[in-house]
């Protein structure tokens, strides 16, 4: 019978810092699986591991007999068809686009998802994603992620404004005005 584990319950797990099989707390889970654990020895933390020799898969002998079948035959599953992955080729999904009018690809210009484009080094590729400033262009080789909008108005930038060069005292202390007086002459006080 299998146990159901929970987060904050202890299981028997490879710790990768010990190198041995030993208790466990479950940190993570993801589903019914366990995905992170802490050695309750070491306290070191590290992806599940599960002990060697144990598995979460069933058996063969436990899956032959659960079948209810004939043995060494397998049927054909009718939802197999369904699960199915259906692969379009490129040119499929080029087909009906106005290939003749693609524009060249600049990272200054702003592209759209179904969008083909003129690449000079990959060829013509087709606008998969638009994600802010980058798009995913699938060409016949592989998928790209390139950048596109950067001819946009440019964000305004910071700017560096230096600490001013008056002496300033402790923060602490208040400061004395420093006040400006008419213009008088500096010869002598005593001038009449």
């Known amino acids: ?17 010990c190198r041995l099989t030993l208790a466990h707390t479950i940190l993570a889970m ?11 020895t070491c306290g070191g933390d590290h992806a599940f591991r599960s002990a060697p020799g144990t598995t979460d898969k069933p058996s063969p002998s436990s899956r032959a007999s659960s079948g209810g ?51 000079p080094s990959f060829g013509l590729g087709l606008v998969t994603a638009v994600r802010g400033n980058k798009v995913d262009i699938t060409f016949k080789s592989e998928t790209k992620t390139l950048v596109h909008a950067a001819g946009a108005a440019p964000a305004e930038k910071p700017t560096f404004n230096p600490p001013s060069a008056k002496a300033t005292g402790p923060a602490d202390k208040p400061q004395a005005q420093e006040t400006q007086e008419p213009a008088s002459s500096p010869t002598s006080p005593a001038e009449g």
């Open 30 to 40: 993801v589903g019914t699986k366990i995905a992170r654990v802490r050695c309750n």
């Open 69 to 119: 079948g004939t043995s060494g035959t397998r049927a054909p599953r009718a939802s197999r068809s369904s699960e199915d992955k259906v692969v379009i080729s490129f040119e499929e999904q080029l087909a009906g686009k106005d290939i003749a009018n693609a524009p060249r690809y600049s990272p200054k210009d702003s592209y759209k998802v179904d969008q083909v484009i003129q690449h």
């Open 1 to 17: 019978m299998a146990t159901q584990h929970k987060v904050g319950g202890e299981v028997d797990a490879f710790c990768t810092r």
